[in-house]
């Protein structure tokens, strides 16, 4: 796809097409969250199983982006573009469609697969039409609509939720990708080249067989009590066999699926370590809230929306302000700040309570926002500051690989540790709740609590459980409040780029 030095004529409306794939597949990372409760009544899910269909997602993303820059160099770029965004249209038309949860979740992978293409296909179609000096701006500009989708996601779904129904949190993709796939068809001009890239179809298939059966490990352990199910144990052996064998391929291959060279980059590696973290806390956060704002504070899904969005908003204010820093100021002490300031927001997530308003939800929400803005760009710029150019496309691909997939097994294990401690603190308060009991004896002789008949006994063990969730929900904020501040160390181990060298763009999802 040659570019003129004046630019494409089209540019514009190439411009408006990439931004809306991009809109769209940003707007999925949050949109569906507020339905959550509502997808599980649906299809009879408990609120681990409906869980999965955020994982699914993220994994078959994850799995898939860093395979888009050999498909774009093999078949062409316009071509997997609009492969992906007729696939991710069709997909979401069948999640909106789905009538159990195993359809969301296969559907839900097919959307991930198509959709782990957008984002880097949507920057790179953008340089290509732009000249080298308007590149800037329009990098700014998608960086817009990129951040766009987080932001109205939670109120946007919340809305179609109350007023129409869950499925058209996916349904919207549909106008979305019908006028996006018009404009890249229409107005972007490529053909197949046909380049014969080399490409490691054994550690791809190795390491996509070791993450998806370490996602199945994580997602399924707590119902099938762990290791004492033989499924549980056939997951945990193919996850672990197949990452040796991938491990054991990569350092014998010529051309192996991760080269070694970005493994031993001081800062790619530990940029990458980061932002696996970074992805557990920031995509673990956005799966908890709103079924606990749902299901125990009794929040309809619109408000639930409203109240999350604020987060989308801080990260919004913080690009600007990282836009402005990022070659005025040691970047390493901007990742710390937005690490630090997320940390801050889930200790004060850790004082959470049925009583409150949701005044501390927008306020941590927003401070948690900031937080993740100053963390993302400069992290990128951290991590490819030392990484020779020749790497770039395949640390691209590790990069948002291991953030991706952070972002689902935080997911799996907080949920894990949700539905646990649950169940744990309602045993531990349960043995408290007898007539001997002079705490409990004023709870029991008062409101429609009560040992002697179904209706009080029913009432006192809702009560419980809504007051032991409560309290796992706590506990998995501190946890993560403890893993932010465990991960700050990291970084001592990168050094600063260069300034005014230059960063690659990278796709941030």
Known sequence: MSTPSGGDPNRGLITASVMLATVMNSLDTTIANVALPHMAGSVSASADQITWVLTSYIVASAIMTPVTGWLAGRFGRKQVFMTAIIGFTIASALCGAAQSLGQIVIFRLLQGAFGAALVPLSQAVLMDVYPPEEQGPAMAI????????????????????????????????????????????????????????????????????????????????????????????????????????????????????????????????????????????????????????????????????????????????????????????????????????????????????????????????????????????????????????????????????????????????????LTSNTQKVHARLTEGLTPDNPVARAVLHGGPFSLTNPAGIAALDGEVGRQSAMVAYIDDFKMMFILGMAVLPLLLFMRPPRRGGGTPHVAME
Not at 198 to 227: C, E, H, M, V, Y
Not at 307 to 334: C, E, H, Q
Not at 405 to 414: D, F, N, P, Q, R
């Open 142 to 417: 998608w960086g817009m609509g990129a951040i766009l989708g987080p932001i109205v996601g939670p109120a946007l779904g919340g809305w179609l939720t109350e007023n129409f129904d869950w499925r058209w949190v996916f349904y919207i993709n549909l106008p979305l990708g019908v006028l996006a796939g018009a404009g890249v068809f229409f107005f972007i001009h490529g053909k197949a080249d046909d380049r014969r890239i080399p490409f490691d179809f054994t550690g791809f298939a190795l390491l996509s067989l070791a993450i998806g059966a370490f996602q199945l490990f994580l997602d399924r352990g707590d119902n099938k009590a762990w290791f004492e199910s033989t499924e549980i144990w056939i997951e945990a052996s193919v996850a672990g066999v197949a990452f040796a064998l991938f491990v054991f391929h990569t350092l014998t291959a010529d051309r192996p699926f991760i080269p070694l060279a970005l493994l031993k980059d001081r800062n790619f590696t530990s940029a990458t370590i980061f932002g696996f973290f970074v992805g557990v806390l920031m995509f673990a956060t956005l799966s908890l809230l709103p079924p606990m704002l749902e299901t125990l504070m009794g929040y309809p899904v619109v408000t639930t929306g409203l109240v999350t969005a604020p987060r989308g908003v801080g990260s919004l204010l913080s690009m600007f302000i990282v836009g402005r820093l990022i070659n005025r100021v040691d970047t390493r002490l901007m990742v710390g700040i937005g690490l630090t300031l997320s940390s801050i927001s889930l200790l004060g997530m850790s004082g959470f309570s049925l009583q409150m308003d949701s005044s501390l939800i927008v306020t941590m929400g927003l401070l948690q926002g900031v937080g993740i803005g100053l963390v993302f760009v400069p992290l990128t710029t951290l991590g490819f500051a030392t990484l020779d150019s020749r790497y770039r496309a395949d640390g691209a691909g590790v990069f948002t690989l291991m953030r991706n997939l952070g972002a689902s097994v935080g997911i799996s294990i907080m949920q894990a540790l």
